[in-house]
């Protein structure tokens, strides 16, 4: 099973400024053949389903603002808040499908500071 | 408007069964994989499986959690994934949401239910 470790668990950001989650898979998650990576990153707010907001590990979701990106290729990953607004404030979750069993890393919480 | 509405939640006994549902509307279900999380109070998100779209066989996989417990099925022709939870135990008490990917993951993960709650307790 690949297993994703993000990092840190919790971040206190002020408002304006930039939030940073990393994402670490236990191998590669990168598909040779067409040269994406499998990895996808959530936001979830109490009580919410999750929101994607990337995919192919860089690629915005139609409708997600533009202060969300994500960079990153095999095994590290990162997703970015520039200009941290309040209605940020969720769990933030990276998540491999490269093979099943799909796994998730352990959420990241960003809170203001 | 694509929509996932999962149903048929509840109080249930350790070891009893439960079916749930996953209806579609809004695209053409049939040519979706679907897939099954789950997320228990407090924790984070788990997979629990998936049943890939009729192009692909329609064949399902399970995490190694619900393997053996739980299946996974779809009517097509109903817009509807179902989850069959047989033998619950305590720690399968979670929030089940479902989502779609498309093939060549286009549009995958980018629509979920509500989620239904499970409670499995005595």
């Known amino acids: 099973d690949i297993v994703m470790t993000q990092s840190p668990d919790s971040l206190a950001v002020s408002l304006g400024e930039r939030a940073t989650i990393n994402c670490k898979a236990s191998?590669?998650?990168?598909?040779?053949?067409?040269?994406?990576?499998?990895l996808v990153w959530y936001q979830q707010k109490p009580g919410q389903p999750p929101k994607l907001l990337i995919y192919?590990?860089?690629t915005r979701e139609s409708g997600v603002p533009d202060r969300f990106s994500g960079s990153g290729s095999g095994t590290d990953f990162t997703l970015t808040i520039n200009n941290l607004q309040a209605e940020d404030v969720a769990v933030y979750y990276c998540?491999?499908?490269?093979?099943?069993?799909?796994?998730f890393g352990q959420g990241t919480k960003v809170e203001i500071k | 408007e694509v929509q996932l509405v999962e149903s048929g939640g509840g109080l249930v006994q350790p070891g009893r069964s439960l079916t749930l549902s996953c209806t579609a509307s809004?695209?053409?279900?049939?040519?979706?994989?679907m897939s099954w999380f789950r997320q228990a109070p407090g924790k984070g998100l788990e997979w629990v499986g998936f049943?890939?779209?009729?192009?692909?066989?329609?064949?399902?996989e399970y995490a190694a959690s619900v393997k053996g417990r739980f299946s996974i099925s779809r009517d097509n022709s109903k817009g509807i994934a179902y989850l069959q939870m047989n033998g619950l135990q305590t720690e399968d008490t979670a929030v089940y949401y479902c989502?779609?990917?498309?093939?060549?993951?286009?549009?995958?993960?980018?629509?979920w239910g509500q989620g239904t709650m499970v409670t499995v307790s005595s």
């Open positions: 989502t779609r990917y498309g093939s060549a993951w286009v549009d995958a993960f980018n629509v």
């Open positions: 809004g695209f053409s279900f049939g040519d979706y994989g």
């Open positions: 049943i890939r779209n009729k192009a692909s066989g329609g064949t399902p």
């Open positions: 191998q590669s998650v990168l598909y040779s053949s067409n040269n994406k990576n499998y």
């Open positions: 192919w590990a860089s």
């Open positions: 998540q491999q499908h490269y093979n099943p069993p799909w796994t």
